[in-house]
């Protein structure tokens, strides 16, 4: 009797956690799906038709997503599944609203080119950061494509690429902090004013002993740094399992991804980052980043840890308020953690949506993030022509100050 007056009590409690977290976010602003496209298409877009499909678009799902200061979108869809895609990184018209989403390959088709030469060509994009100060783009070239055991010498890079000419400003090589057939080169933050980029190394790749790490980049001086090498804080948490909607994500072939979104706060003095196959997310002052004598033990000192954030994560973006906003993928929304209160909360979720992944703000200040399922894709249990890639908006500039 005490055995099941227990369960019944636990149970109970449970319930009445989810339906707190629900109430919660239920209360504050609702998210809304901005887009939904049915595959991709990189044909010439018509305002009077809808162009064809790409016929291998169910490998192709959108990743990464940013906006430029007039509220054009990037994105990316890295070749992870398949290399078929004509690229990696495009623009994204969003003036279509039906249809398959109308790409336009960046800079260019023959700039995407995997057959190109390995350290000039994206091969495989899923971070990049639109800078709105410098007009640039940054972008992440993991550098393997699907097929290939490791990354072709040179090919794991950053570009740095003028938005408005499509010239590439400047090239940094990564093939010395990263390892070729062992790095999984994540994601991207970019202080726009110092000109230091910071790049999270998953090493998934390399799993179960992932090779994770950060990258520091200083483009005044063309170098990249790796610091935080296998640190436990950026590391895939012990008996940790990766849920969205209710099921483990790859049950028997376990997800297991360390340190993936990261975010600089508005000043650019403080480092956020969580890890998909954990539960917290961990800050550090950039200051002690940048220091090209500080040692490990001094950076691994500066870590503060601000909490649980609830559910297994993906993209991360802080507002020009210093909020920081994170997508969690157990309960299909968006969780806000605010360092002026401390506070970590479920600000709002939606059942509909099928992997949060990229966070990204509109000029305007509203937040904007993909949803394509892509643990779905990466599992081949998605069919083709059944694909959705969706944009979900979560209105939030009434609340805040315009974004950077």
Do not use: C
């Amino acid at each position: 009797m005490l055995h099941r007056s227990f369960l019944t009590a636990a149970f109970a409690l449970a319930a009445l956690l989810a339906l707190s977290q629900t109430a919660s976010a239920a209360s504050g602003p609702r998210l809304e799906r901005w887009r939904s496209y049915a595959g991709l298409s990189w044909q010439p877009s018509s305002d009077s038709a809808n162009p064809a499909p790409f016929a291998g678009s169910v490998d192709a799902p959108i990743a990464g997503l940013h906006f430029d200061a007039n509220g054009t979108a990037y994105v990316s869809t890295p070749r992870l599944i398949s290399a078929g895609a004509p690229a990696t990184l495009s623009k994204l018209d969003t003036r279509a609203r039906t249809g398959p989403a109308r790409l336009t390959a960046f800079p260019s088709v023959q700039a995407n080119a995997i057959d190109g030469d390995p350290q000039q060509s994206l091969r495989n994009v899923l971070g990049f950061h639109v800078d709105r100060r410098n007009g640039w783009l940054w972008a992440v070239d993991m550098g393997f494509i699907a097929g290939e055991p490791e990354a072709p010498e040179g090919a794991q890079k950053v570009l740095v690429i003028d938005l408005a000419s499509g010239r590439t400003v400047k090239r940094i090589p990564l093939d010395g902090v990263a390892d070729r057939r062992g790095s999984f080169l994540n994601d991207i933050a970019v202080d726009e004013r110092r000109r230091v980029a910071y790049i999270s190394d998953s090493g998934m790749r390399s799993a179960p002993h992932n090779m994770v790490g950060l990258i520091v980049i200083d483009l005044a001086s063309n170098r990249a740094r790796r610091v935080l090498d296998k640190h436990p804080t950026l590391q895939v948490e012990p008996g940790v399992k990766v849920f969205s909607h209710g099921s483990e994500v790859w049950p028997g072939n376990s997800l297991l991804l360390g340190i993936n979104g990261i975010a600089l706060s508005p000043d650019g003095r403080t480092l956020y980052w969580t890890v998909t196959t954990g539960t917290r997310a961990h800050a550090i002052p950039t200051a002690v980043l940048r220091k090209t004598d500080a040692t490990e033990a001094q950076l691994a000192a500066s870590i503060r840890d601000l909490g649980a954030v609830g559910g297994n994560t993906d993209g991360i973006v802080v507002d020009a308020q210093g909020d920081l906003y994170i997508t969690d993928v157990t309960r299909n929304g968006i969780v806000k953690y605010s360092p002026r209160s401390k506070a970590m909360s479920l600000m709002a979720a939606d059942e509909r949506v099928r992997w949060p992944d990229t966070l990204s703000t509109l000029p305007g200040g509203d937040l904007v993030f993909t949803s394509s399922a892509l643990n779905e894709h990466f599992a081949g249990s998605v069919k083709g022509g059944e694909e959705r890639y969706d944009l979900w908006r979560l209105p939030v500039a009434g609340r805040n100050a315009k974004a950077r």
